[in-house]
């Protein structure tokens, strides 16, 4: 059985541990040793990995596949703490898979696909970790807004007030990002997509629809203002055979 390791398991990474651990020997990194009990039950191995603890990182990339996602603002030095890792990847024979993000690219109304001009500036951690990382990572996914399962789009501003009811959103759900990374291992893919659903109904659209849906306060949207669109262009992984299983986020569960 091949081993397949996750860097950085929180609300993605954990369920891709899931998902594998009956086909892989998955190992995991931790932050904090109280997770390791949960983690051990779940049927995946922990390592404690962080900025500050490092002893374990080799073991953790002796690994058939890598899957590398932490949030760069959760890190004290973000782009120190990938340059630490990827300074340990030594073997080619690995496949090494980055979580990366659609703020790379411009905030202005626009189509943006992976041949797009970046930004470094409108995200200038997404844009360095790309530039260190890029060359020695197999596929970097670049993610639109994550939703599902406990992720709903429009709880957090239940009962506010917004001027945004005609920009239009970027959302790609979990599981597709799930899906996404094991089609890429078992049609042995490398490259750079964005990852986001077809369909980018407007805010008011979507916020209205799951205030019904899940029964929070519904948006107020008064005084709207033109923010221009910006979209997020999914579909050159599609031309490869992978399949959006939500391309609608209004039809998110």
């Known amino acids: 059985m091949k081993t397949f390791s996750i860097l950085g398991t929180g609300w993605l990474g954990l369920a891709l541990a899931k998902e594998l651990k009956n086909d892989y020997n998955v190992k995991v990194s931790i932050r904090d040793l109280e997770k390791e ?37 959760k890190s004290k030095n973000y782009i120190g703490f990938l340059d630490k890792i990827y300074s340990n990847i030594k073997s080619k024979n690995k496949k090494v898979i980055f979580i990366s993000s659609t703020s790379i690219y411009s905030n202005k ?42 992720r709903v789009a429009g709880r957090y501003f239940a009962g506010k007030t917004l001027d945004c009811e005609d920009s239009k959103i970027n959302y790609v759900h979990r599981d597709d990002v799930i899906e996404a990374v094991k089609f890429v291992i078992e049609n042995n893919i490398n490259g750079i997509f964005n990852l986001c659903s077809k369909n980018h109904p407007t805010k008011k659209e979507i916020y209205t629809h799951n205030a019904k849906k899940f029964g929070f306060k519904e948006i107020i949207f008064k005084d709207k203002k033109d923010y221009g669109n910006r979209i997020i ?6 031309r490869l055979g992978f399949r959006y299983k939500y391309p609608n986020p209004l039809d998110y569960p």
């Open 109 to 150: 109304e626009g189509i943006y696909n992976e041949n797009s001009t970046l930004n470094e500036l409108n995200s200038s951690l997404v844009y360095k970790a790309e530039e260190l990382v890029k060359s020695k990572t197999d596929v970097i996914f670049r993610c639109s807004g994550l939703m599902g399962y406990n």
């Open 37 to 73: 009990k949960s983690m051990i039950s779940e049927g995946v191995s922990p390592y404690l990995l962080d900025e500050d603890n490092l002893e374990n990182i080799d073991t953790l990339l002796e690994s058939d596949f890598i899957f590398i996602n932490f949030p760069p603002r």
């Open 233 to 238: 262009d999914g579909s050159k992984i599609e």
